[in-house]
């Protein structure tokens, strides 16, 4: 992901307000739409496979119950992940990072991998060579950024393998009134996410001046769209690909 003219449309777990949240529906749609990006969540299977899945229990969003890291990928991949949404998406699977990088394959659409550790009891699951091998078997490591909440993980990360861009997560609580530069430049990232209600003129500023690049989620209505264009930001993180990109083109 590099700065751009205008703002790049990531679509914030797939089209997710108008899909079900990381299923492929949602990111047919994102695709479909225009999106430049797809942003989606990805967590570890109690067997280590990379499941794209936002919560740390099945709960919200399948008919099934239980922890990710309690569940094998067969249990996961028996749940409806489409019906909370709408009957009509009753067909829709958590799907494997494997399967979405095999459909973006043939498209220009890059990816935003969010690894979420938070909840998991296990120690060393070796999840980032997990993610790493998997982006270099697609040859996704030009197409790829991969950001958390755990810095942690993404510096461990880019010791194990710097060709694959970092994205550091701002955390309100943790991170308050620290530089994105700071926190960047700690774990080797190269881009600072934030939501659109923490942006700050001093945030842009800082990365302005440290040639970082910056994306905003939360971009949900035309309202937060021109208010964020005005700004200046480098992405624009959005349930609504489909209406964005239209008022970017328009
Ligand atoms: O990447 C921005 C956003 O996805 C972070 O929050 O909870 O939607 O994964 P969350
Ligand atoms: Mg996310």
């Not at 047919?28 to 899945?53: N, P, W, Y």
């Not at 989620?217 to 005005?230: E, K, R, V």
Request: glycine share 4%.
């Amino acid at each position: 992901m590099v700065a751009n003219k205008r703002p790049l449309i990531i679509a914030h777990r797939g089209a997710s307000g108008s899909s079900p949240e990381n299923t492929m529906a949602a990111f047919r749609k994102s695709v479909h739409a225009g999106a430049d990006m797809i942003e989606l969540d990805v967590r570890l299977t109690q067997d280590f496979h990379l499941v794209v899945h936002h919560d740390r229990n099945v709960r919200r969003t399948t008919n099934g119950r239980g922890n990710i890291w309690d569940l094998t990928l067969q249990q996961l991949r028996s749940l409806d992940a489409g019906s909370w949404f709408s009957p009509k998406f009753q067909r829709e699977r958590i799907p494997t990072l494997r399967e979405v990088m095999e459909f973006l394959l043939p498209t220009r659409v890059n990816l935003n991998v969010e690894v979420k550790t938070d909840g998991d009891p296990r120690k060393r699951t070796h999840f980032e060579e997990c993610v790493i091998l998997i982006i270099m078997e697609k040859k996704f490591e030009e197409r790829t950024l991969v950001s958390s909440f755990d810095h942690k993980f993404l510096k461990h990360m880019h010791e194990l393998f710097p060709g694959i861009k970092t994205g550091a997560l701002y955390h309100p609580v943790r991170d308050v009134r620290k530089k994105p530069s700071t926190l960047c430049s700690r774990i080797g990232a190269s881009a600072f996410i934030c939501s659109r209600t923490q942006l700050r003129q001093r945030i842009i500023d800082d990365v302005r001046a440290h040639k970082l690049v910056l994306a905003t989620y939360g971009i949900n209505t035309p309202q937060h769209f021109d208010a964020i264009l005005d700004l200046g930001v480098d992405a624009m993180v959005t349930d609504w690909p489909e209406k964005m990109v239209k008022r970017l083109i328009s």
